[in-house]
């Protein structure tokens, strides 16, 4: 097809040419009709590893997407809206019920840090009249959740006991309309030729990114209950680990990309990639580690990823290798 364009194209402009050369007319450039369309950028390289059990992140890809996302259920038909992992945390802490017991107990789905007062541990675990039953009313044939079915509850209600964390460990705060943003991962590409992304290191376990020592375009995946990606404040900082990285000043700020693009990100979902920053590496020494932490904040808190209360499995994403 690009190929039949560009002959169309060539053609065109040769015919131009003759018309054009008797009169002593010189015609205006051809337009390019690739002028405008934007870089491909190619994901491969943004696979999602293995996710560690007990995560917010490992609960979506276990339990509520393939679960409870499924047709005209919570797939974004009615909340909660399980399709992603954003959407996911965002419709259950400290959301207010819709429906409720006999008595009216509960107020919030997922109250941090008390599993009794979660309306969401209660439709997994009681059977409550005038409702539309005990979830998850079916069960698609990818999920095993009735073969796990009580692993799966007491995982849910280790993460409700624990704070109700998001992926990054930073946990909800226990009043308030607001949440704080979702940071769901970055993408970093090579200087000037946005196509795939950098790759991790070949090795056991999880590699850090091997990125060049260059300014680097970094892409990052954040999501807010209340505000859109383009209007969080987002800043970067940088250090020889996480705790490095937290005491750190901020480094730049993240602004508007020159094109947005969706991928899969650290939380084991799809999200947008729309916040851009160019990070400074060129006078990293070659074979140094550093740590990349991001910095979101809506207006009334902050979250960062990752973060000194972050599992160091969220340490080791954002880690990244300067090349030899």
């Known amino acids: 097809m690009i190929q039949d364009h560009r002959t169309t194209l060539t053609a065109s402009i040769l015919w131009l040419s003759w018309m054009f ?4 007319c010189q015609p205006e450039p051809p337009l390019n009709p690739y002028d405008g369309l934007p870089p491909v950028v190619a994901t491969e390289g943004l696979a999602v590893p293995p996710l560690p059990e007990g995560n917010f992140a490992w609960l979506h890809q276990q339990i509520l997407g393939p679960t409870c996302a499924n047709s005209v259920c919570h797939d974004g038909t009615f909340e909660p809206d399980f399709r992603t992992v954003g959407s996911s945390w965002n419709t259950l802490v400290n959301h207010p019920v819709i429906a409720n017991d006999a008595s009216m107990t509960f107020n919030r789905r997922v109250v941090p840090g008390n599993v009794s007062a979660s309306f969401l541990h209660e439709r997994l675990t009681v059977e409550i009249p005038n409702t539309s039953g005990m979830m998850p009313l079916e069960v698609d044939e ?8 009580e692993e799966y509850i007491a995982a849910i209600s280790a993460w409700i006991e624990a704070g109700a964390p998001d992926i990054n460990g ?8 607001s949440l704080p943003p979702q940071i769901h991962g970055f993408a970093a590409f090579p200087p000037g030729a946005i196509g795939e992304p950098y790759a991790r290191a070949e090795g056991v376990g999880l590699q850090p990114t091997v990125v060049d020592a260059a300014p680097i375009q970094v892409f990052a995946a954040i999501s807010d209950d209340l505000i859109p990606q383009g209007d969080i404040e987002c800043h970067w900082a940088l250090g020889l680990d996480v705790a490095d990285a937290d005491a750190a000043s901020d480094g730049g700020a993240f602004g508007a990309p020159p094109f947005t693009f969706t991928a899969a990100t650290f939380s084991g979902s799809n999200e ?11 006078n990293a020494a070659p074979g140094s580690e ?5 910095r979101a ?26 090349a030899l």
């Not at 930073?170 to 309309?177: I, V």
């Open 21 to 24: 050369a008797g009169t002593g």
């Open 142 to 149: 990818e999920s095993d959740y009735d073969e796990r079915r």
């Open 170 to 177: 930073n946990t909800a705060p226990a009043e308030g309309t």
């Open 272 to 282: 947008e990639y729309g916040l851009f920053a160019e990070v400074d590496l060129s």
């Open 290 to 294: 550093w740590t990349l932490q991001i």
């Open 297 to 322: 904040t809506d207006g009334t808190s902050e979250t960062r990823a990752p973060s000194t209360n972050s599992p160091n499995y969220i340490g080791l994403l954002y880690r990244l290798r300067i």
